[in-house]
């Protein structure tokens, strides 16, 4: 192994700073990382993700930019790994490559009319509000009255509370102005939340869900015969600690819900979304009963009802994409590994490529989760890289600079933090808010207004 070794991260979301972390503090320092983003900003996720108004996880990001801080590692924006470099030449480059480029795609529903005008992948609705370049055009029509939201985790309850509270309950946070007056004209009365299994099997946590009861501009309800539990159900509320926190938090909304609020939130278990019905937008789901078989299986029980909703989000999780030349196992949508080491076709682990975060787990759990999961792939990377013989054969930076590639460093990136923060105090507005546009982000990196 050359002497600092030298290792690239392809994606600088929390998988992948994490993994830079574990790699200087594993090494005391006798290493040097590059970690690549294809966006001008670092912390994925974090930034893209996490919503606006959970300001307690967003300063995880203070954590992850003393990572970036450290001499030994490097930032570079606007490098997107298949377009401006490839894999062989970044195996060229380093001594190792972990790829950390999460699952930025959104779950199919596979039912007929996805694809009407108005059914809206969730992704593209969160990556709008929390400001990602490649949304910051996007609108969505929120002139209309009812929505439904599809899916029970953690994103479809962020998206629900957001359609549910006021613009200016959100005016503190981040989110780009466009979002703001979007938000202000927002017509949206009714959100439905539904969930095709049953209240034990909501995959949300106690607290998140908790949120959506203390809205004070949205009341909640949940029909009492949707709380029904069968027996294996009432078992596991009993016994699971989260199970039997969302029980206690959604039975204390099977009441009157609260009057004189501008919106109301009603939350549906036991329906399976069948159709997204409209001629050329949506203008209503159809959804089918559902129950559980003695198995534990969801199975449709034929009887059929229609919400007469204007937009559909569709909140089913969250896919990985593949990446040129790497191993990609289809089904589960995440590169197969062995303890964050790539496998071939072969099942052997494939020479100095790596994986951490959701492309190598899937998308599941909080973010801390991924600190963890990147250690274990660097104490590997580590391990094979003792006594390896390489040597890579030319420098990333005379690659770059041969394409002429306008690279964004850290430096860059600070003075976009500086903009957005300066931002937010000419309108009055929080710690930040966020420029989405490309232009206007690679303008503040280069310093110009
Ligand atoms: P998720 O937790 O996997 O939830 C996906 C939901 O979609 C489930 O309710 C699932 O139901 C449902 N679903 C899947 N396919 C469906 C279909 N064909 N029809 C109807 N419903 C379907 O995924 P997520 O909400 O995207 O969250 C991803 C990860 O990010 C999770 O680990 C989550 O906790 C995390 N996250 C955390 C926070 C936070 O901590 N505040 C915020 C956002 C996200 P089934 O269970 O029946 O499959």
């Not at 399976?272 to 198995?295: F, M, Q, W, Y």
Request: charged share 30%.
């Amino acid at each position: 192994m050359a002497s600092p070794a030298l290792v690239a991260v392809i994606g600088s979301g929390p998988a992948g700073i994490y993994a830079a972390e574990a790699l200087v503090k594993q090494t005391d320092g006798d290493v040097r990382v590059d970690v690549f983003d294809r966006l001008p900003t670092p912390y994925g996720l974090v930034r893209y993700g996490v919503a606006p108004d959970h300001k307690s996880i967003k300063s995880i990001a203070k954590y992850l930019q003393r990572v970036l801080e450290n001499p030994a590692v490097r930032f570079f924006g606007c490098v997107e790994l298949g377009r401006d470099v490839s894999r062989t030449e970044l195996l060229d480059c380093y001594d190792a490559v972990i790829y950390s480029t999460g699952a930025m795609v959104d779950r199919q529903l596979r039912i007929p009319g996805e694809e009407l005008p108005g059914s809206i992948a969730a992704t593209d609705f969160v990556n709008w509000y929390c400001g990602h370049p490649d949304a910051a055009d996007h609108s969505f029509d929120l002139s209309v009255e009812e929505v439904a939201v599809i899916g029970v985790g953690n994103v479809a309850v962020d998206v629900v509370r957001i359609l549910a509270k006021t613009a200016g309950e959100l005016r503190e946070t981040d989110v780009p102005e466009q979002v703001i007056e979007a938000l202000s004209a927002s017509r949206v009365k009714r959100v439905h939340m539904i969930g095709r299994r049953g209240p034990a099997q909501a995959k949300f946590t106690t607290k998140e869900a908790r949120e959506l009861g203390e809205l004070p501009n949205a009341s909640i309800h949940v029909s009492p015969e949707d709380m029904d539990l069968d027996p294996a159900s009432a078992e596991l509320a009993g016994s699971d600690r989260k199970v039997g926190g969302n029980i206690k938090a959604l039975s204390a909304w099977t009441g009157e819900p609260a009057a004189g609020r501008p919106r109301h939130i009603d939350v549906r278990f036991w329906r399976a979304p069948a159709e997204i019905i409209g001629s050329d937008r949506v203008e209503g789901l159809k959804l089918e009963r559902t129950r559980l078989d003695e198995t534990g299986r969801v199975i449709g029980t034929g009887e059929f009802e229609t919400l007469p909703v204007g937009l559909v989000m569709r909140s089913v999780g969250y896919q990985s994409v593949p990446l040129d030349g790497v191993p990609f196992d289809e089904r589960s949508y995440t590169v197969p590994n062995e303890g964050g080491r790539i496998t071939g076709p072969d099942g052997d682990p494939v020479p100095r490529e790596y994986v951490a975060g959701w492309i190598k787990r899937g998308p599941s759990g909080v973010v801390g989760t991924n600190k963890s999961d990147a250690a274990e792939t660097v104490r590997n990377l580590l391990e094979d890289l003792e006594g390896a013989e390489t040597n890579p054969k030319r420098t990333i930076e005379e690659l770059l600079e041969s394409r002429g590639l306008p690279v964004v460093t850290y430096e860059d990136w600070l003075r976009l933090d500086a903009a957005e923060i300066a931002l937010a105090e000419s309108l009055d507005r929080g710690e930040r808010v966020k420029l989405a546009r490309w232009e206007a982000m690679t303008s503040a990196c280069r310093g110009r207004e």
